[in-house]
């Protein structure tokens, strides 16, 4: 079983910068696929970004956001740049074991409980 937990949210004016971490515990984190997830009130769950064992990548905020990954601490990470008005949601970072990554959160077995991000403007 791999548990999860993000932290890093918060306030932030739009245009600032914000990095999240989500600290996972598992002996057999380095061979997941971890991704980040964002919900808005009211609004449906939407992938962010994701690492497979030997790739990143940031998909619906290309170039703004970037994941990345250390498997020695078991940790993922999301930074957040030029933050806009519409990014404010719970952020929250999912684990699951295939060897393909998936944009779909059906597919992450694991979970971690969010965490909030409010940007202001």
């Known amino acids: 079983q791999v548990q999860l937990v993000e932290s890093g949210g918060g306030l932030v004016q739009a245009g600032g910068s914000l990095r999240l971490s989500c600290a996972a515990s598992?002996?057999?984190?380095?061979?997941?696929?971890m991704a980040w997830f964002r919900q808005a009130p009211g609004q449906e769950r939407g992938f962010v970004a994701a690492?497979?064992?030997?790739?990143c990548y940031a998909v619906s905020v290309k170039g703004r956001f970037t994941i990345s990954k250390d498997n020695a601490e078991n940790t993922v990470y999301l930074e957040m740049n030029r933050l806009k008005t519409e990014d404010p949601a719970v952020y929250a970072c999912?684990?699951?074991?295939?060897?393909?990554?998936?944009?779909?959160?059906?597919?992450?077995?694991?979970w971690g409980q969010g965490t909030q991000v409010t940007v202001s403007s």
């Open positions: 598992g002996r057999t984190f380095s061979r997941y696929n």
């Open positions: 999912a684990a699951e074991s295939s060897t393909v990554l998936s944009l779909k959160g059906d597919a992450y077995l694991y």
């Open positions: 690492c497979s064992w030997t790739t």
